[in-house]
């Protein structure tokens, strides 16, 4: 009999048929004899998830309409259903496997590759065919030949399907009881809107709401420091006194102690230079490569995981849904083999510093399904370059530049520390000398990069006499920086560091966070679908849907990222073989129990002083409402209320156009500062703006003319 391969997606399949001599039916391709399959095979494929669970009232007609009395929603089995639209390849598949005596899955070398296969296995009804598993990192011609010349036994592949079953199930039964519950209760209080509910979704928009109050309630404080301009016989250079004080008269007094004026001479008491090396950076993971072209090209970690993918089936890079940094001995030998054809492709040859693989990006025991994302053997042309996307180009050119410093040599730059004395007070100061720029020369994209630079000390000797031009400095304590999308995505793997628990922190670092490699791009576009969040310009706000989220949840265990942890951390034994299903759903059925009885109560001792309704009923889309802040100024009619990204009047239909944005210089305006500009025309100092050059600074709103104006202290 034919064996039957299952796809995850039509481009994969034909990724495969690529390796193959193949004929075309509706829905699936015929592999003609080869010594591979001596009686051909059949490939098919799936439309990504070709089955479902089942929606609640497919259980329970009670469970239709939403309604505190019909919670929870806990059926006693899961059921599964074609999604809709898909029941035409799924007959497909479903006939295919159901003739034949071997079934290979070939959906991607993941937990969601996994469900998929077993998903769409179980739903046809096909049964006690053998089931193989093909593994690989690769989608080039001959690691597809290899990989099914070489396929494995499913016992892993089981396992990943149950772990993977397992969590699907909790997050149904999380989002459909949490979503209702927080739903209704925030209605029945006059908030007319609907909050999904996501056991990854709802702690991340949590720490995101928690970093926005300390933007919004960081007090700037003002310090002195004293620093210095020191002119010595080859240059100058600048030095720093250990002192940095609240008050100018304390700074004051310290240089009057020391008898210090502002041309004060000093002397070089020490100068220490020490050689120091940085070796090239890690292989790239998949959130590591979102975070690098996210600062680079302000590009979305989700439409950076999409680019991949379109790189991957044009087999040009490996599996991008990676979260190692390491690659085996294997990968490193046709890496090496190929170093002069990668350098051509960027066009920056080098002298290859060494051939022999290193520990810090070889290393077998730190690869488990996939390895990090390297170039594969295939060298395009440069006509296949020039039909790249510029976003596609740039990603293929960071991971071969990321591959390429790996045979490069080691930055090298030397740092000196010199000590200045002014009257028996020490300046400090600490410069770098460049060596050898090595493996960085892979990475200045522009002239820009290389004036970041600081510029080099002059020539200093011990006991030389220098002059001085020494001052006081005031500076101003700054803010927390607003999170950037790609930053999301390194906050949600380092979530730990914003736990205080110890227990808690070492679970989240155990399990690498909240969400996956592959899911937390998906978390982020959930989130801003939901309207929790937005995204202007790179930087990263919550919504005032996402305040009420967020003050509702507040205190809750859907709030905490190490609640997430420790269900990770028992789904990866479920996934190793260490632990069922039944009883992790059972711990969550027990979570979902507790939550009804203890919302109600505390949502009742909660202010939430944040209003939404609805624009208008059975409208798609929804602005927000808050109470009235303060009388338009413009109309003396109506009130100023909070629209979702601005403020306006209610009496606009009346023709009042008075309207404030919600942000200035990336600056969002607070509903009480909005309320002093209508009533007193002119704002407190509010911290924070950003100019077009990057630089932070204060300053007051004034509303002068019908227009906002900035005011500084004179």
């Known amino acids: 009999m034919k064996p039957v391969i299952l796809a995850e997606k039509p481009s994969q399949a034909k990724a495969y048929a690529d390796a193959f001599s193949v004929k075309r039916h509706e829905g699936y391709l015929e592999i003609n004899s080869c010594p591979i399959f001596p009686e051909g095979a059949y490939i098919t494929w799936g439309i990504g998830h070709l089955v479902e669970l089942k929606e609640p009232k497919a259980y329970d007609p009670k469970w239709d309409k939403w309604s505190l009395n019909s919670l929870p929603i806990l059926p006693d089995r899961y059921e599964f259903q074609v999604a809709k639209g898909k029941f035409k390849q799924f007959t497909i598949v479903k006939k295919l496997m159901k003739a034949t005596d071997t079934v290979i899955n070939a959906c991607d070398v993941d937990r969601e590759g996994s469900n998929i296969f077993y998903s769409i296995y179980y739903q046809t009804g096909a049964r006690g065919q053998a089931i193989k598993r093909l593994w690989i990192n690769s989608l080039e011609v001959e690691e597809i030949r290899k990989g099914f010349a070489h396929l494995q036994d499913n016992r892993k592949d089981l396992l990943l399907y149950e772990e993977a079953k397992a969590r699907q199930i909790s997050d149904w039964l999380v989002g459909m009881n949490g979503s209702r519950l927080y739903s209704l209760l925030l209605q029945s209080q006059g908030i007319k809107e609907v909050f999904p509910i996501g056991r990854v979704q709802s702690p991340t928009i949590y720490l995101i709401y928690q970093r926005q109050m300390e933007l919004e309630n960081f007090v700037s404080e003002p310090f002195f420091e004293i620093e210095a301009t020191f002119t010595a016989g080859q240059g100058t250079y600048k030095g720093k006194a250990k002192a940095k004080e609240p008050k100018r008269e304390i700074i004051q007094a310290l ?46 970690p989700a439409n950076v995981l999409k680019t991949m993918q379109v790189l991957y089936e044009k087999k040009l890079v490996t599996y991008p849904r990676t979260d190692s940094r390491y690659i085996t001995p294997s990968e490193f030998s046709y890496l090496a083999a190929q170093v002069t054809d990668y350098q051509q492709l960027i066009g920056q040859s080098f002298p290859i510093c060494s051939l022999a693989p290193k520990k810090r990006y070889v290393d077998s025991t730190k690869v488990q399904e996939h390895y990090a994302i390297i170039p594969t053997k295939k060298i395009p042309s440069q006509a296949v370059l020039a039909k790249l996307s510029p976003i596609e180009k740039n990603l293929y050119e960071e991971i071969v530049r990321t591959t390429l410093a790996m045979f490069h040599t080691d930055y090298l730059y030397t740092e000196t520390k010199v000590t200045t004395d002014v009257n028996g007070l020490p300046f400090f100061t600490t410069g770098k000398t460049e060596r050898d720029k090595g493996w960085k020369v892979l990475f200045v994209r522009s002239a820009k990069e290389n004036e970041k630079e600081e510029p080099p000390l002059p020539p200093l000797d011990e006991k030389e006499t220098v002059k001085s031009n020494i001052a006081i400095k005031e500076g101003k304590t700054l803010p927390p920086k607003p999170y950037t999308e790609g930053q999301l995505i390194a906050m949600m793997k380092t979530c730990g560091k914003l736990v205080e628990d110890k227990s808690e922190t070492d679970i989240l670092k155990e399990v690498e966070g909240l969400g996956t490699e592959a899911t937390r791009s998906g978390i982020i576009e959930t989130i801003k679908r939901h309207g929790y969040i937005d995204v202007i310009k790179n930087i990263v706000s919550i919504t005032d849907k996402g305040r009420v989220l967020c003050q509702a949840i507040e205190g809750n265990l859907l709030a905490s990222p190490s609640m997430t942890a420790k269900w990770e951390t ?34 009742k001792s909660k202010n939430i002083d944040i209003k939404l309704t609805p624009k208008a009923s059975g409208s798609k889309y929804s602005s927000y409402k808050q109470e009235p802040i303060a009388p338009c100024p413009k109309c003396k009619e109506g009130f100023i209320v909070a629209r979702k990204s601005f403020y306006g009047c209610t009496n606009y239909k009346n023709g009042c156009t008075q309207t404030f944005n919600g942000f200035f210089l990336k600056k969002k305006i607070t509903p009480s500062q909005i309320k002093l500009l209508c009533t007193k025309g002119k704002t407190n100092e509010i911290k924070g703006f950003v100019a077009e050059n990057g630089q932070t600074f204060n300053a007051s709103l004034s509303f002068v003319e019908g227009k906002l104006k900035l005011e500084f202290k004179a």
């Open 255 to 300: 240089l009057a102690k020391h008898g210090i004026q502002p041309n004060s001479p000093g002397f070089i008491t020490s100068v220490e230079k020490l050689d120091k090396r940085m070796p090239p950076p890690q292989l790239h993971s998949l959130s590591t490569l979102q975070a690098t072209a996210n600062r680079l090209w302000k590009t979305s």
């Open 570 to 603: 028992y789904l990866r034994k479920i996934g190793n073989g260490e632990g069922s299903q039944e009883r992790f759903l059972g711990s969550i059925a027990k979570f979902i129990h507790s939550l009804l009885q203890e919302v109600p109560i505390q949502l």
